[in-house]
Antibody, heavy 119, light 109 residues
Framework: EVQLVESGGGLVKPGGSLRLSCAASGLTLSNAWMTWIRQAPGKGLEWVGRIRSKTEGGTTDNAAPVQGRFTISRDDSKNTLYLQMNSLKTEDTAVYYC??????????WGQGTLVTVSS | QSALTQPPSASGSPGQSVTISCTGT?????????VSWYQQHPGKAPKVMIYEVSKRPSGVPDRFSGSKSGNTASLTVSGLQAEDEADYYC?????????FGTGTKVTVL
C-alpha cells in the first residue's frame, strides 16, 4: 500500500520561508511524477506544481502564483519529496497535499500539512 | 489559468441521481481527455473517483460515472447514498499544468 506523509507546516511571517516534506512508503519517488496541491481554508483545490520522474529528467513545472518563489525537489536516498517555499504571502495560507500524478489524475494523497502565513 | 466552473451545490434524495457539470475552455477540458473528479469529506484529503474522463479506479462504486462533451465534463452519481454527501471537484490537464473546478457541495436530502 502506498502511503504519503507530509510534514513541516506551521506558522510563518509574511516574507518568510518554510520547507515541506512528503515521505513515501510503498512507492519509489524517483520513478513517479509527484505533485503538490494546496487548499486554502474553506476554499477549493489549487495545483501548485510537479516534478517529473528521474527517467523523464526530473524537471519541474510550477503554477503562476508560486513561480519564482516555490521549488519542488526530491531526495532519492530518503525517498522524500520537498516543497521549498520562499517569500511567503498571506495568500499562501493553506493545507498542502502531496500526491502522485497518474494519467492526468492524482492518487493517492497524503493527509496534508497546514501552512499559516500571518504576522 | 482560470478555475473550471462548477455549480456551488447539488442535491438529491437517497436512490436518486445527481449530475455535476464542469465547464472549462478549449485549452483545458476541451483539449485533453485528462479530466478527473475528486470526492472530499470534511477534514479529509480528496479521493479520486473518475480519471481520464470516464474511468473508475479500483474500489470506486459503479454508481459514479463521468463523461465529456466539448468544453464541459460531467460527473453523475446514481443511486445516491448518505455517504455520497461531500464536496466534489473536477480537474483538467492544461499544458504543463492543471486546473481545478470551483467545487460542488452534494447534499443527500
Amino acid at each position: 500500500e502506498v502511503q504519503l506523509v507530509e510534514s513541516g507546516g506551521g506558522l510563518v511571517k509574511p516574507g518568510g520561508s518554510l520547507r515541506l516534506s512528503c515521505a513515501a512508503s510503498g512507492l519509489t519517488l524517483s520513478n513517479a511524477w509527484m505533485t503538490w496541491i494546496r487548499q486554502a481554508p474553506g476554499k477549493g483545490l489549487e495545483w501548485v506544481g510537479r516534478i517529473r520522474s528521474k527517467t523523464e529528467g526530473g524537471t519541474t513545472d510550477n503554477a503562476a502564483p508560486v513561480q519564482g518563489r516555490f521549488t519542488i525537489s526530491r531526495d532519492d536516498s530518503k525517498n522524500t519529496l520537498y516543497l521549498q517555499m520562499n517569500s511567503l504571502k498571506t495568500e499562501d495560507t493553506a493545507v498542502y497535499y502531496c500526491t502522485k500524478e497518474y494519467y492526468g489524475s492524482f492518487d493517492p494523497w497524503g493527509q496534508g500539512t497546514l501552512v499559516t502565513v500571518s504576522s | 489559468q482560470s478555475a473550471l466552473t462548477q455549480p456551488p451545490s447539488a442535491s438529491g434524495s437517497p436512490g436518486q441521481s445527481v449530475t455535476i457539470s464542469c465547464t472549462g475552455t478549449s485549452s483545458d477540458v476541451g483539449a485533453y481527455n485528462y479530466v478527473s473528479w475528486y470526492q472530499q469529506h470534511p477534514g479529509k484529503a480528496p479521493k479520486v473517483m473518475i480519471y481520464e474522463v470516464s474511468k473508475r479506479p479500483s474500489g470506486v462504486p459503479d454508481r459514479f460515472s463521468g463523461s465529456k462533451s466539448g468544453n464541459t465534463a460531467s460527473l453523475t452519481v446514481s443511486g445516491l447514498q448518505a455517504e455520497d454527501e461531500a464536496d466534489y471537484y473536477c480537474s483538467s490537464y492544461a499544458r504543463n499544468s492543471y486546473v481545478f473546478g470551483t467545487g460542488t457541495k452534494v447534499t443527500v436530502l
